[in-house]
């Protein structure tokens, strides 16, 4: 489908409509990601058949449908986007700026440790002191310092302890490999998908995926278990003489000889990682101890992994069958077929979780279980942290970039 060329006038210049732009001037309006997703959907739909049309014509349209759902506010920010308040831009030690964002800011609080109402009264209290304090820029040292004091004196040394830990693992540059195992259905691809966004990394794997490319390279014939599901790849297996192993034996050597082929993929994709030093979420069904310490051994990053795990079958089979409704494609009714050996499995993982110290995260509740992979993050960091507040943010006579103000 060809797309809508959106012209202006007065530039001379020629693009095409894209959602997401038209998606990021609304939030900057004031609307949230989903009503501003919402809204640039419906543009899109009406403007599918004009192969062009004018920027006036499109604000216009998009006017229109903010009058209709209501949104006096941010209308009138979306007509007038000079009026809106100047954006404090935030300065770091490289020199770079960039605009000061509540949104990432608070977040960050959160990744911390910060309950969320915390950090949202924070975030509005530095808003104001940055708009109070006047000047076009804040440089990074003075505004972690600022943060560091404010949550001491607020929420405690733990607090702000945590936020130092947190800052000081930014600066390191150092990447975050983190990995999320777990059988089928527990959650672990929204939790890491949740975690991806948290902690602003960009780059994800699925090792189901890996597997998914590696059954095309390897013909069923030369590794039957490959192209089994993990909780029935002990069917593959080759019988061997003698007693046969108890269910619980033969679940666990299909999936280890499943999970060991996959290794070899996954194995790549973190040695990738490190090379380019970039922060990593693998996540899994094939995620285990061995995998996690071959993978890393003797690597410069910070390494967090853990098993997410559902502990109440009827809450399980419950999410198969939610799963079936809203994508019918996952084949739930299998799911829920295979339901013993998908318990047996996860039994499994978490017993060898248990053994070599992984942490394991009970999903009952996505954020809490968002907020305790983050919470091991901040642990891993603080077990290994010796420093002090000026190391990390300098003394405020060291800020060259207020020097340079002052000057």
Same mark, same amino acid.
């Given at each position: 489908?060809?797309?809508?060329?959106?012209?202006?006038?007065?530039?001379?210049?020629?693009?095409?409509?894209?959602?997401?732009i038209l998606t990021r001037s609304l939030q900057e309006a004031g609307l949230g990601f989903d009503a501003a997703y919402?809204?640039?959907?419906?543009?899109?739909?009406?403007?599918?058949?004009?192969?062009?049309?004018?920027?006036?014509?499109?604000?216009?349209?998009?006017?229109?449908?903010?009058?209709?759902?209501?949104?006096?506010?941010?209308?009138?920010?979306?007509?007038?986007?000079?009026?809106?308040?100047?954006?404090?831009?935030?300065?770091?030690?490289?020199?770079?700026?960039?605009?000061?964002?509540?949104?990432?800011?608070?977040?960050?609080?959160?990744?911390?440790?910060?309950?969320?109402?915390?950090?949202?009264?924070?975030?509005?209290?530095?808003?104001?002191?940055?708009?109070?304090?006047?000047?076009?820029?804040?440089?990074?040292?003075?505004?972690?310092?600022?943060?560091?004091?404010?949550?001491?004196?607020?929420?405690?040394?733990?607090?702000?302890?945590?936020?130092?830990?947190?800052?000081?693992?930014?600066?390191?540059?150092?990447?975050?490999?983190?990995?999320?195992?777990?059988?089928?259905?527990?959650?672990?691809?929204?939790?890491?998908?949740e975690l991806a966004t948290r902690l602003e990394i960009v780059r994800t794997q699925s090792t189901d995926m890996l597997?998914?490319?590696?059954?095309?390279?390897?013909?069923?014939?030369?590794?039957?278990?490959?192209?089994?599901?993990?909780?029935?790849?002990?069917?593959?297996?080759?019988?061997?003489?003698?007693?046969?192993?108890?269910?619980?034996?033969?679940?666990?050597?299909?999936? /280890?000889?499943?999970?060991? $082929?996959? +290794? %070899?993929?996954?194995? !790549? &994709? *973190?040695?990738?990682?490190?090379? #380019?030093?970039?922060?990593?979420?693998?996540?899994?069904?094939?995620?285990?101890?061995?995998?996690?310490? /071959?993978?890393?051994?003797? $690597?410069? +990053? %910070?390494?967090?992994? !853990? &098993? *997410?795990?559902?502990?109440?079958? #009827?809450?399980?089979?419950?999410?198969?069958?939610?799963?079936?409704?809203?994508?019918?494609?996952?084949?739930?009714?299998?799911?829920? $077929?295979?339901?013993?050996?998908?318990?047996?499995?996860?039994?499994?993982?978490?017993? #060898?979780?248990?053994?070599?110290?992984?942490?394991?995260?009970?999903?009952?509740?996505?954020?809490?279980?968002?907020?305790?992979?983050?919470?091991?993050?901040?642990?891993?960091?603080?077990?290994?942290?010796?420093?002090?507040?000026?190391?990390?943010?300098?003394?405020?006579?060291?800020?060259?970039?207020?020097?340079?103000?002052?000057?």
């Amino acid at each position: 489908m060809a797309k809508t060329v959106i012209v202006d006038a007065e530039e001379g210049t020629r693009a095409p409509f894209l959602r997401g732009i038209l998606t990021r001037s609304l939030q900057e309006a004031g609307l949230g990601f989903d009503a501003a997703y919402a809204l640039a959907s419906r543009v899109r739909q009406e403007l599918a058949s004009l192969p062009e049309v004018s920027t006036t014509d499109l604000r216009e349209r998009v006017a229109r449908h903010l009058r209709q759902g209501g949104e006096a506010h941010a209308l009138q920010r979306y007509q007038s986007p000079a009026a809106m308040a100047p954006q404090m831009l935030v300065r770091g030690t490289t020199g770079l700026a960039v605009p000061f964002s509540r949104s990432r800011y608070r977040r960050g609080l959160e990744n911390c440790g910060v309950a969320p109402d915390q950090a949202a009264s924070m975030t509005r209290r530095v808003a104001q002191y940055l708009v109070q304090r006047g000047g076009p820029e804040v440089s990074a040292s003075t505004l972690g310092r600022m943060t560091y004091n404010w949550l001491r004196q607020d929420l405690g040394q733990e607090a702000a302890r945590r936020y130092l830990v947190w800052v000081d693992h930014l600066h390191s540059g150092r990447p975050l490999l983190l990995f999320v195992g777990g059988t089928a259905g527990v959650g672990k691809s929204t939790i890491a998908t949740e975690l991806a966004t948290r902690l602003e990394i960009v780059r994800t794997q699925s090792t189901d995926m890996l597997r998914e490319v590696m059954r095309v390279m390897l013909p069923q014939r030369l590794l039957p278990t490959l192209h089994a599901s993990s909780f029935e790849a002990w069917r593959a297996l080759p019988l061997a003489p003698g007693p046969t192993p108890d269910r619980e034996t033969l679940l666990a050597e299909g999936y /280890r000889s499943q999970a060991d $082929a996959v +290794a %070899l993929s996954c194995e !790549a &994709v *973190v040695r990738r990682a490190l090379k #380019e030093r970039v922060s990593l979420i693998l996540e899994g069904v094939h995620v285990y101890p061995e995998l996690v310490d /071959r993978a890393t051994s003797g $690597a410069d +990053a %910070l390494v967090v992994s !853990a &098993v *997410v795990a559902v502990l109440k079958p #009827e809450e399980l089979r419950a999410r198969f069958r939610g799963r079936g409704g809203r994508v019918p494609q996952r084949r739930s009714e299998r799911y829920l $077929a295979s339901f013993e050996a998908i318990w047996g499995l996860q039994d499994y993982l978490l017993s #060898e979780a248990d053994r070599h110290g992984m942490t394991i995260v009970v999903n009952d509740d996505k954020d809490r279980a968002v907020r305790e992979v983050l919470n091991r993050v901040i642990e891993t960091l603080a077990a290994e942290f010796k420093g002090t507040p000026r190391q990390v943010f300098g003394h405020p006579q060291d800020d060259r970039w207020a020097k340079r103000r002052a000057g």
